[in-house]
């Protein structure tokens, strides 16, 4: 019946057709077939016949066809023809990228340096686990630039742990100065930095423009690692001490038959710890948890922005058009050395990306020769342009530019148009020269001396003249040793003893005092030795009239008396 059965439903249940020779038994069993109803196999088709061969099946025959019938309880065996076809019907649910919101973890997770078992790398690591608190001070002063050298970092393809190096350098502060004549956050020194693309004025040195010295920074390691080969520690180690010193020591060791990597090279004192203090923190970031250190958090996101400003402009001014104290504005802008902007550019400020729209709003209001205040100066008998110049605290070259002259020569009761600050040069608390009295007003002995550099002075023989070691002499004035002494400028030095002759020629000094709560006219004159009549004489005051906290006053003071 069963065939029967069969044969009456041919197009509805087909088994696979077979020749006479091909009925017997197989050995095997499809478990397809235990599942779907079988479709009819055409005579031309081999893979159809090579299928049915591995059926295991009873054949019956109709007056059509031969079938092979599964012993699956009576479900014929099925072919699949085609292979089946992909289909995308839904798209593929991607997990959501988790959230970055801290740089220095983005930082962390790119970190690919090996940090070997080392003891210079365990004394360095030691040391920053026992002071969290100068990690602080140091996010502290990253905060501002930070994402934007990752940023850079990135687009060069450099190593995540250059990120860490101005920690090494400067302890990210763009002020730094070192006695190696070395500047900024990235400390260039002179030479290397004019190489690499950062200008020094007197009105500006890119060294200390964190957007100038990144750009540089990032083009000099990408030429030393180059240069050594592909080794970062040798290249590192040359930004350092630079690279003929490494280069001497890896040619040293190779006559010598020594290893040449860097922790066997015979280097400075300085570099073989340098690299060492970059390991360390990059291995304290890597193992924060498991060293259970403190690592101070700093958002993800841009926080500043470049606005081209297209000219000169009072810092002052800036800062007013941006909503930001003069202060604010030059610690963003720390490459500015003086009340202005260099004339000659770069003509860009760094500005708070919250504040960007309203600064660029402002700018494009104001013209650009209403950026500047401006005086009109009567020539008078025997003044020069350099004496002008340093009396508006300015340079010979802009003042003849923007009168149009082509030399040196000017005429008694001739008129000058010379840019001017918007306000006091105290204001400008950055400025390099407000930066300088700081230093040099840092007491470091009993008296304060002033000695004004002649042509010839070096630091050697002033500090033979003073009984103080040249390394003091210079860190009082801001300097390092082998910087040129410039004639007509101050020396600050700091003795504990005073010859007569220095005491009889007494050395008067201009401080500026702020005024403290409880402070009177005459409880200042008796501390610094004055009269009340003068102080009055010097700040125009009324001497019935109350001081006001905060208030500053102009003093000349005898610092041998102080």
Request: with cysteine; proline share 6%; net charge neutral.
């Amino acid at each position: 019946m069963k065939y029967i059965f069969a044969a009456m439903l041919p197009l509805v249940l087909t088994g696979c057709l077979v020749t006479p020779s091909e009925t017997t038994d197989n050995a095997s069993n499809s478990s397809e077939s235990e599942h779907e109803i079988g479709h009819e196999i055409e005579n031309t088709s081999q893979e159809n016949f090579a299928f049915a061969n591995d059926l295991s099946c009873n054949v019956a025959v109709d007056a059509d066809h031969t079938y092979c019938e599964s012993d699956a309880e009576g479900v014929l065996p099925v072919v699949h023809p085609a292979k089946p076809v992909e289909l995308t019907l839904i798209e593929d649910e991607v997990p959501a990228p988790i959230e970055i919101t801290n740089v220095w973890e983005r930082v962390r997770q790119s970190l690919t340096f090996a940090v070997p078992d080392q003891k210079r790398v365990e004394n360095q690591r030691r040391w920053y686990l026992r002071h969290p608190s100068y990690m602080k001070r140091v996010s502290k002063r990253a905060e501002p630039f930070l994402y934007y050298i990752v940023e850079e970092l990135e687009k060069a393809n450099m190593p995540a742990e250059l990120a860490l190096l101005p920690i090494v350098e400067s302890a990210f502060d763009p002020f730094a100065y070192s006695h190696g004549r070395a500047a900024g956050m990235w400390q260039f020194i002179p030479g290397t930095g004019k190489n690499y693309g950062m200008k020094q004025t007197w009105w500006y040195d890119g060294r200390r423009d964190v957007i100038a010295s990144t750009e540089g920074a990032i083009k000099y390691l990408q030429r030393l690692h180059k240069l050594f080969d592909g080794n970062w520690l040798h290249a590192l180690a040359a930004y350092n001490s630079g690279e003929g010193r490494v280069m001497r020591a890896i040619r040293n060791n190779k006559r010598r038959g020594k290893p040449t990597d860097f922790w066997s090279l015979d280097l400075p004192r300085e570099t073989r710890a340098y690299v060492p203090k970059l390991l360390a923190l990059s291995d304290i970031l890597a193992n924060q948890q498991e060293y259970t250190f403190d690592w101070p958090e700093i958002s993800n996101q841009p926080v500043i922005e470049i606005v081209d400003v297209g000219s000169q402009i009072d810092l002052a001014m800036a800062a007013k058009f941006a909503g930001l104290t003069t202060e604010e504005l030059h610690a963003l802008n720390p490459g500015f050395n003086r009340w202005a902007t260099d004339p000659d550019g770069p003509h860009r400020l760094v500005v708070p990306k919250r504040v960007a729209e309203t600064f660029t709003l402002a700018l494009q209001d104001t013209d650009p020769k209403d950026r500047l205040n401006w005086v009109r100066h009567k020539v008078k008998p025997g003044e020069s342009l350099g004496l002008i110049a340093n009396k508006y605290h300015t340079t010979i070259d802009v003042i003849q530019s923007i009168n149009g002259m082509k030399n040196n020569v000017i005429y008694a009761n001739d008129y000058l148009l010379v840019p001017v600050a918007l306000k006091s040069l105290e204001e400008y608390s950055l400025s390099a020269d407000q930066r300088l009295a700081r230093t040099q007003a840092q007491k470091k002995g009993a008296y304060q001396l002033t000695h004004k550099i002649k042509s010839g002075d070096t630091f050697w023989d002033l500090s033979r003249e003073y009984k103080v070691s040249v390394r003091e002499l210079a860190k009082w004035n801001g300097m390092a040793p082998r910087d040129p002494l410039m004639p007509g400028k101050d020396l600050v030095v700091w003795v504990n003893k005073v010859s007569p002759q220095q005491t009889d020629n007494s050395i008067m000094r201009k401080l500026t005092y702020t005024v403290r709560n409880g402070d009177s006219l005459s409880r200042i004159a008796s501390k610094f030795k004055v009269s009340i009549s003068d102080i009055t004489k010097w700040n125009d005051l009324n001497s019935k009239r109350y001081l006001q906290p905060g208030q500053k006053l102009k003093l000349y003071v005898d610092v041998t008396r102080t």
